[in-house]
């Protein structure tokens, strides 16, 4: 069974720090992994999704990586910003079908 | 186009108690599911449903019913409510050609005593 680690759990940093979030899943036979955003009291958006054959993905200021043969993936945030304060959640894809296992998250706090 | 949306928002239960939980899109989405996400954890897979009549279960279906008469609503009924059914609901919905992109309701708080 797919397990989805993120680490850490919180995470609490100055405005201006370049910062990487921790995502490990224990079954690197996946389709795809996708990074979210939550803010409190709201749904999930989308960041960032790499397929299984790339190696990473990039949108402004974020970067993700994904090392599928140590079943790892980083989200790498450039210039935190106050507004970057939310909860990121990495989840795996086994197929092209619609199961997703999530990540615990990493509620992260960009202070100004 | 008001995307996703849930009610209520916040729902106190008693132990027993039945409810249901409303979930709608206007995109004309065939893809809907049902999330709950407990604390520390990631969103689990309750059930989805790939079209009007077609409901199938997730990874975590047991205490909770599903239907799909039409494409824009997607209701979860709970028949006897738990306090380990206490969590925050979420539905999402998204084209079956592009599952990635899935929208994400703002969420339903239930508290079950």
């Known amino acids: 069974k797919q397990e989805v680690t993120q680490i850490p759990a919180a995470l609490s940093v100055p405005e201006g720090e370049n910062l990487v979030l921790n995502c490990s899943f224990t079954d690197s036979a996946i389709y795809n992994l996708q990074w979210f955003r939550q803010d409190p009291g709201k749904g999930l958006t989308s960041l960032l999704l790499i397929q299984s054959s790339q190696r990473e993905q990039t949108s402004g200021r974020l970067n993700a990586s994904l090392d599928k043969s140590s079943g790892r993936s980083t989200l790498y945030i450039a210039a935190s910003q106050p507004g970057d304060s939310a909860t990121y959640l990495c989840?795996?894809?086994?197929?092209?079908?619609?199961?997703?296992?999530f990540g615990g998250g990493t509620r992260l706090m960009v202070k100004p | 186009n008001a995307g996703v949306t849930q009610t209520p928002k916040f729902q106190v239960l008693k132990t027993g108690q039945s409810m249901t939980l409303q979930c709608a899109q206007d995109m004309n989405h065939e893809y809907m599911s049902w999330y709950r996400q407990d604390p520390g954890m990631g969103l689990r897979l309750i059930h989805y449903s790939v079209g009007a009549g077609i409901t199938d279960q997730g990874e975590v279906p047991n205490g909770y019913n599903v239907s799909r008469s039409t494409t824009e609503d997607f209701p979860l009924r709970l028949l006897s409510a738990a306090p380990s059914q206490t969590s925050v609901y979420f539905c999402a919905s998204s084209t079956l050609s592009s599952l990635e992109t899935q929208y994400f309701g703002p969420g339903t708080r239930l508290l079950v005593l």
């Open positions: 989840a795996v894809r086994r197929n092209a079908g619609n199961m997703l296992t």
